[in-house]
C-alpha cells in the first residue's frame, strides 16, 4: 500500500473529500486499494473534522453501479466507530452501564441473512449500508447457513463471509488476500466452484427477536444452527487485556482479523445510546495498526522452504517501521512479483503489522531491472521450475536448504533446545545430521570434535535431545512436517484417533468428517503420512510418542459404531440435543457427508440441501426424523432393558 503523502494533514475540505471519493471507489468498485485502513480512517476523521456534513462522508461504500442486484436493507447496516489507542477506547466505554461483549473483527464480508415464515428468502451483502447486492443463490449453498429455522416470526441474522486461512493458503497463493477472494467468490454464477471455494459465514447480530442482551443473541443464533462468531463477556476495565489476547493469539487463528469490536451487552442501555448516521454509539472497533514506510528494492534472494518453495525476498534500503530497522521484505511468492510489476531499484512502500513479518504493500515507482525467476536452486544447484505462481526445487533429498528446513522444523516443534540454524549447517556439512533421526544417534563425543564445544556444552545439548525422547502425538504429528497439517488439525486428529497407528491406519474419507478437514486437507495428510513412513519408523526407533485420551462414547452402547450426520430441522427436539442422546447410546456424530457414514437424519421442517444429494450419491442410509426418533427409543430401551 502507498503512504499518504508528506503534508496530507494540512489538506483542505475540498482536497480531504476528492481523496477520500477516489481511495472508496478503488476499495469498493475495484477492489484495488491503494491505501491501508487506517490511512484511509485518518482522511476520513479529518474531513469529518473540517466538515461533518460532507457529502463525500455520506457516499462511503461501493457505489450503486457496482452493485448486482440490489437489496435494500430493512435497517441499515451502519459502519462501526474506531479506536485506535487504549484512551479512546475507555472513553467510549465509560458513556454506557454493564459489561461489554467482545468479538474479533473478520476482515470479511458483512451480509445480511433474512427469512420469512421460517425459511431463507434473502441474503446481501452490506454494500453502501442502506442498499446491498442479492447473494441469496450462493449463500444458500454454505453448509454453515441454515435454510430453515425453528420459527416462523421474520427475523433477520447478520454476520460476516469469511474463506478461512487454511481455504486460502490451500489456493497455492493463487490470489491477493483471503477477503478480496471471498468477495469474488461470492459473484460466482458456477455453484460447483462456488462451494469448491469453501466460504464460512460467522453470525454476529439477531434482529426481530425479543431479547435483552448480546450475549442471549449468540446463544440464540448457535441454537438455530449458525457458527456464532467467538465472543466473550468482559468488564470496561478488561478492554485492554481482551484487546491484546487477541492480538497475541491472532497467529493461531483460522481467519484474519483487522481488530477487536466491543458492544455494549445490554439491549436497553444501545437503545438508550441510539446511533449517528454513520455508526452505533454502542460499539466500536478497536483497530489492529499497521506502520508503513517508502523504501527502494535494491535486490531479491530466493530462500529455500522445507517443501521446496523458492520464496523471493526483497532487499531494500534501511527503514524504521514499529521501532525496528527494515532491510529485508518479503515478497510472498513469484506471482506477486509479477502482479505487482516489481522491477529492482523500484520505490516501494513496505507494511508492518504487530510481530508480522515486513512485506511489500505496494510499488510507487517501477524500476529500472526486471526480476527473473532463478532457473536454478540457489541451494543445491537443480533445476528450477516455474508453476503457476510458485517456483520450485524438485530435489528434496539432495537440496541443503530443504534439509536444514526439515530439520530445523522438527527441532524446533518437538523443542529441541540448542540446535539453531548455524549448529544445524554444522552437523549436516559434518555428516552427523541428514533427517530428524539423526538426532537421537548423536553423543557428546560427536560435538567435542567442533571448534569453541566443551564438555559443558556438549552435555546440555544432548541432554536437550534425551528429554525429547518421549513426545506427544499431536506434537510428533506437526513435527512431520506434513503440508498444511499444522497445530490444529494434529490435535485434532490426535483427540480423534488417539494413538499414531490408528491415524496412519486412517483414510481421507474417515478424516474428511473431522472438524475444518476439507477432502484437500485429508488427502494431503493421508498421502504425507505414506510419504513419510520410512522417516516415521526410524523415528519410532527412538521416540515414544504418547497417546491421546479420545472422549468416546460408552463402549457396547446399543447405537456403537454407528455413525450419524443430521440435515434439514428437527421438530421433536433441538440438533444438539438429539448428537448428545447419539453419543450418549455409543454412537458418533460425523461433521460431513462421506461413504463411511452411517446414517444422514433428514428434519421434517425445513430442507435437506446438499448434505441429502451428497448422502444419496455416496449411498449412505437416509432416515426421516419419525425412523430416527424409532431407532433413539428402540436404543434407549435396550438400556432400560
Not at 41 to 59: G, N, S, W, Y
Not at 539 to 547: A, G, I, K, M
Amino acid at each position: 500500500m502507498e503512504p499518504l503523502p508528506a503534508g496530507w494533514q494540512d489538506w483542505d475540505a475540498a482536497r480531504l473529500a476528492a481523496a477520500i471519493r477516489e481511495h472508496n471507489a478503488r476499495y469498493w468498485d475495484e477492489n484495488a486499494p491503494t491505501i491501508s485502513d487506517y490511512d484511509f480512517d485518518r482522511l476520513v476523521e479529518a474531513l469529518r473534522a473540517l466538515d461533518p456534513d460532507a457529502p463525500a462522508l455520506t457516499a462511503l461504500g461501493p457505489s450503486p453501479g457496482a452493485l448486482g442486484d440490489p437489496v435494500e436493507h430493512t435497517r441499515p447496516m451502519l459502519s462501526l466507530d474506531k479506536a485506535y489507542d487504549e484512551e479512546s477506547l475507555h472513553k467510549w466505554a465509560a458513556k454506557f452501564e454493564g459489561d461489554l461483549v467482545m468479538t474479533p473483527k473478520i476482515d470479511g464480508l458483512a451480509c445480511s441473512i433474512r427469512y420469512e415464515g421460517g425459511r431463507l428468502a434473502v441474503a446481501a451483502t452490506r454494500g453502501s449500508g442502506e442498499v446491498g447486492e442479492d447473494v441469496t443463490i450462493n449463500v444458500r449453498l454454505m453448509d454453515d447457513v441454515p435454510a430453515t429455522l425453528p420459527t416462523t416470526d421474520p427475523v433477520e441474522v447478520r454476520g460476516e463471509i469469511y474463506l478461512p486461512l487454511s481455504a486460502f493458503h490451500a489456493l497455492e497463493g493463487d490470489f491477493a488476500n483471503p477477503r478480496n477472494t471471498a468477495a469474488g467468490a461470492l459473484k460466482h454464477k458456477d455453484p460447483v466452484r462456488f462451494r469448491a471455494m469453501g466460504l464460512r459465514f460467522f453470525a454476529y447480530d439477531v434482529l426481530g427477536v425479543d431479547i435483552d442482551t448480546e450475549m442471549h443473541k449468540f446463544d440464540l443464533a448457535a441454537s438455530w444452527g449458525f457458527a456464532a462468531v467467538e465472543h466473550e463477556l468482559v468488564t470496561r476495565e478488561n478492554v485492554q487485556a481482551g484487546y491484546e489476547a487477541y492480538v497475541a493469539k491472532r497467529e493461531q487463528l483460522d481467519f484474519e482479523i483487522d481488530g477487536v469490536v466491543f458492544k455494549a451487552n445490554r439491549l436497553d442501555e444501545q437503545a438508550r445510546l441510539g446511533a449517528t448516521s454513520h455508526h452505533p454509539r454502542y460499539a466500536i472497533a478497536y483497530k489492529l495498526q499497521g506502520e508503513s514506510a517508502t523504501t527502494w528494492l535494491r535486490d531479491v534472494e530466493w530462500s529455500v522452504s522445507r517443501n521446496g518453495v523458492l520464496t523471493p525476498v526483497g532487499i531494500v534500503e534501511p527503514v524504521k517501521l514499529s521501532g525496528a530497522t527494515v532491510t529485508r521484505i518479503s515478497l510472498h511468492n513469484w506471482g506477486l512479483v509479477q502482479a505487482k510489476g516489481l522491477s529492482l531499484n523500484a520505490q516501494v512502500v513496505a507494511m508492518r503489522r504487530g510481530g508480522v513479518i515486513p512485506y511489500l504493500e505496494a510499488v510507487v515507482e517501477p524500476g529500472d531491472t526486471p526480476i527473473v525467476p532463478p532457473d536454478h536452486c540457489p541451494s543445491c544447484g537443480a533445476a528450477a521450475e516455474v508453476e503457476g505462481d510458485l517456483v520450485w526445487c524438485r530435489n528434496p533429498a539432495g537440496c541443503r536448504a530443504q534439509t536444514i528446513a526439515v530439520l530445523s522444523h522438527y527441532a524446533k516443534t518437538v523443542d529441541i533446545e540448542g540446535f539453531g540454524q548455524v549448529w544445524l549447517e554444522k552437523l549436516l556439512d559434518a555428516g552427523l545430521l541428514h533427517w530428524p533421526p539423526d538426532f537421537y544417534r548423536l553423543k557428546p563425543i560427536d560435538l567435542l570434535e567442533f571448534e569453541r564445544m566443551g564438555e559443558v556444552l556438549a552435555g546440555k545439548m544432548i541432554d536437550a535431545i534425551d528429554a525429547r525422547r518421549v513426545v506427544a502425538l499431536p506434537t510428533f504429528l506437526q513435527a512431520l512436517g506434513v503440508k498444511d497439517l499444522g497445530k490444529t488439525a494434529a490435535r485434532t486428529l490426535a483427540e480423534r484417533y488417539g494413538t499414531l497407528e490408528a491415524v496412519r491406519a486412517a483414510t481421507a474419507e474417515q478424516l474428511v468428517e473431522l472438524p475444518k478437514f476439507a477432502e484437500l486437507l485429508a488427502n494431503r495428510v493421508v498421502d504425507g503420512l505414506a510419504e513419510r513412513a520410512e522417516l516415521i519408523d526410524a523415528l519410532l526407533e527412538h521416540v515414544e510418542v504418547t497417546p491421546v485420551e479420545v472422549v468416546t462414547a460408552p463402549a457396547g452402547g446399543p447405537l456403537e459404531g454407528q455413525s450419524f450426520l443430521f440435515t434439514a430441522t428437527l421438530a421433536a427436539m433441538k440438533r444438539a440435543d438429539a448428537e448428545d442422546k447419539v453419543r450418549a447410546l455409543g454412537g458418533t456424530v460425523a461433521s460431513g457427508v462421506s461413504k463411511s457414514l452411517g446414517f444422514l437424519v433428514v428434519g421434517s421442517e425445513g430442507k435437506a440441501g446438499s448434505k441429502l444429494q451428497k448422502a444419496e450419491k455416496a449411498g449412505v442410509t437416509i432416515l426421516d426424523e419419525a425412523t430416527f426418533l424409532e431407532k433413539l427409543a428402540e436404543a434407549e430401551a435396550e438400556v432400560e432393558g
